[in-house]
């Protein structure tokens, strides 16, 4: 009899799950949910930062796009899936009250934001960020040496701390903190109370400054000296944190009805989407793969003798098994990529959202134009030589993650004349984004860990040749893209697949399971000449405007 496994990746705007052939790692059906909520942008601000989502939207979507899959194959595959494992976006935590319940399901708090879960792009915790630095770098331990030396704002405990301040209602309820990682295969199994909950390594180590060297989290003395609200959490939280290929759980009755799957199947502790991506993309020694959508996260695993005691500085973290059981998993990555290239789409679109139906164009002929803009760019952008137009576009417009994390920094275009059109900043743009991501591999080199090939994930490296190649020539080196759109979900698949008895380990999975290899970019010797100039003149022009886009 065949064995399935689903795989679930909840993304930044929607929730795919896929159905996988547990022996050949086929792709049997697959099927995408919208969050609703999410698409209307409740609850959300972009002006402040302030990007939150409903914990509905999750469930709802969770239920609709499982259910899609399944429908999609003979009604007997149900009965023989034997396992299933998930990924978010993170770090994405939510304030739960004493059943491990998030706050937003009471009705209380149903329509509050701060009781919501807390999307990993949401910026609202910069001071506080910067106290946890400031508090870290002055302690006799510091906390921040195992996640590049700098604590960001898109992380656990600044995002919790941002909330106890300026929430006194969702403070006083709430019991305990949750990643969406560990809730979802915790609601799945019934076991969200605090004390039975377990705890993805993968979100506590690179998020949260868990870590062996300190017994797990950081001391309770040291969150105190940060705030005084921060007191006693840490016993409200957990002092373990499990790997991936770890079960969670069984499939409780109910939610096996819901979903229509078998009651007591295997569920996986949850990790991050880029985390389980790279797992699904075949990594190993000396990869990095590049999981390339909104934003990117950059992740390479490394055996412990090549760390060796060394702390990477400017990345978003080493931690031990956060991608794979016995070696170490190293995270950097960009707080804005496919964003950077929606923004320029929405802001030449304007024009059409506020004055189409004063024009007589109807919202449906408004959108078709639109949908257009961001492929029209990208062929007229192909036209061009690197660097045309004497356009440099520095690439910080949600901050900055890596390396050296700084979300106070801002985006900004130098070189514009009248001369300048749209295609011409678009290529700047790209070629931007680019030239950060190579600062990120620039940066692990440095630090003594050496890259041997690059791959790449998710939307962007599907849909968008250009910045591939770009991507290629910037690096001077050749990019293999994989062949799933869904090797994100897969990923998440090969760990339900261990923790289910199916393969021993991760690596005996990956063999069977990982997905292939469609392309691959190959530099341009002459672009790739080019393109090291101008990423020279990158690197000078941030260093010296860094400080006046700080204050802006």
Known sequence: MERYVIGVDFGSDSVRAVIVNAATGKEEGTDVAYYPRWAKQQFCD???????????????????????????????????VVALGVDT??????????????????????????????LWKDHTAVKEAEEINQAAWNNDIDYTKYVGGIYSSEWFWAKILHTLRVDEAVRDAAVSWVEHCDWIPAVLTDTQAPERLKRSRCAAGHKAMWHGDWDGL???????????????LRERLYTDSQTSDVKAGDLTPEW????????????????????????????????LVKIMGTSTCDVMVAPY??????????????VDGSVIPGMIGLEAGQSALGDVYAWFKDLLAWPLDTLAAAAGISEEQAAAVEDQILRKLTQEAEKLEPGDGGVLALDWLNGRRSPDADQTLKGAA??????????????????????GARAIVDRFRD?????????????IPQKNALVMQITADVFNMPIRVAASEQAVAIGAGIFGAVAAGVYKDVEEAKAHMASPFAQTFTPDPERAAKYEELYQNYLRTGALVEDTLRSL
């Open 256 to 287: 096996a009805e819901r979903l229509g799957l078998p009651a007591g199947i295997a569920v996986s502790v949850g990790a991050f989407d880029a985390h389980m991506g790279a797992v699904g993309a075949g990594i190993g020694k000396g990869a």
């Open 447 to 459: 630090e003594g860990v050496e890259i041997e090939e690059v791959i790449a994930i998710g939307g």
């Open 414 to 435: 130098l070189g514009l004349t009248l001369g300048t059109t749209a295609p011409r900043l678009f290529l700047s743009l790209v070629e931007g984004t680019c030239y």
């Open 218 to 232: 950081p001391s309770d003395e040291f969150l105190r000296s940060v705030d005084p609200l921060l007191g006693g």
């Open 89 to 118: 976006t993170g770090s994405t935590p939510c304030a739960v009250d004493g059943d491990g319940v998030p706050l937003a399901l009471n009705d209380e708090f149903k329509d509050n934001p701060n009781a919501m879960f807390i």
């Open 305 to 318: 003798d090549v760390i060796a005691g060394k702390q990477v500085r400017g990345i978003c973290g080493q």
């Open 46 to 80: 972009a002006s402040k930062n302030q990007f939150r989502q409903h914990p509905l939207d999750h469930l709802e979507s969770l239920e609709q796009c499982i259910k899609g899959a399944l429908a999609q194959l003979p009604a007997a595959v149900a009965q023989q």
